[in-house]
């Protein structure tokens, strides 16, 4: 399901509905955490601008924390280490490119990762966000020569995963309201972390 949009299979209409279907009135549901197209796992949405605002705001201070569990092709050279790059979404191609220099349209990407474990053929790491920038993941591990399983548009070989071995593993922020540390946790398919 499409984690923004209009439309029946997209979550924001679902979670109206039901909110709708359980005795709500008035019902907006915004989208503060959104997940790539081939992306599954944990994602957040508000039901007020002002909760969707401060939401925003931790994303902006980096209080807002994003973790993932990703399987790459091969092992990366160190077993944790911080990625920058400077990335260059492209509207056109629907693809994000790794580039050498700044220019219109090219903003910073910075993640962490850690090698969780590895067989030499694929690897799965624990990667926590910096910055969200469009197939942030996908681009900096794939221009490194470590494509994430699945991930045919960033030249993974083909395999037995038919979708991007990636997920919103666990999220943590503070509730907008009462300020309590919330943590949610989604756990990855079985194949990603059985390979």
């Known amino acids: 399901m499409l984690s923004e949009g209009e439309g029946e299979s997209c979550l924001p209409t679902l979670i109206a509905a039901h909110l709708r279907e359980s005795g709500e009135t008035d019902v907006q549901v915004y989208p503060v955490h959104r997940l790539d197209r081939e992306t599954v796992g944990a994602t957040v949405f508000a039901l007020t601008k002002e909760a969707a605002a401060s939401l925003s705001e931790q994303i902006q201070r980096g209080t807002f924390e994003k973790e993932y569990l990703a399987l790459c092709h091969g092992r990366p050279e160190k077993e944790s280490d911080i990625l920058r790059d400077l990335l260059f979404y492209d509207r056109r191609r629907g693809k994000s490119f790794a580039v050498d220099r700044k220019r219109a349209g090219v ?7 850690t090698t ?18 469009t197939h942030q993941i996908r681009v900096q591990f794939a221009s490194r020569k470590h494509p994430l399983a699945g991930d ?22 503070d509730h907008p309201k009462s300020g309590e540390r919330l943590t949610f946790t989604v756990e990855p398919p079985e194949n990603m972390i059985n390979y």
């Open 107 to 113: 903003k910073e990407a910075s993640l962490e990762y």
């Open 116 to 133: 969780v474990s590895s067989n030499g053929e694929l690897s799965l790491l624990r990667v926590k966000l910096h910055t969200g920038r």
């Open 152 to 173: 045919r548009r960033y030249g993974a070989p083909k395999s037995e995963f038919s979708s991007v071995a990636l997920v919103a593993h666990r999220l943590s922020f």
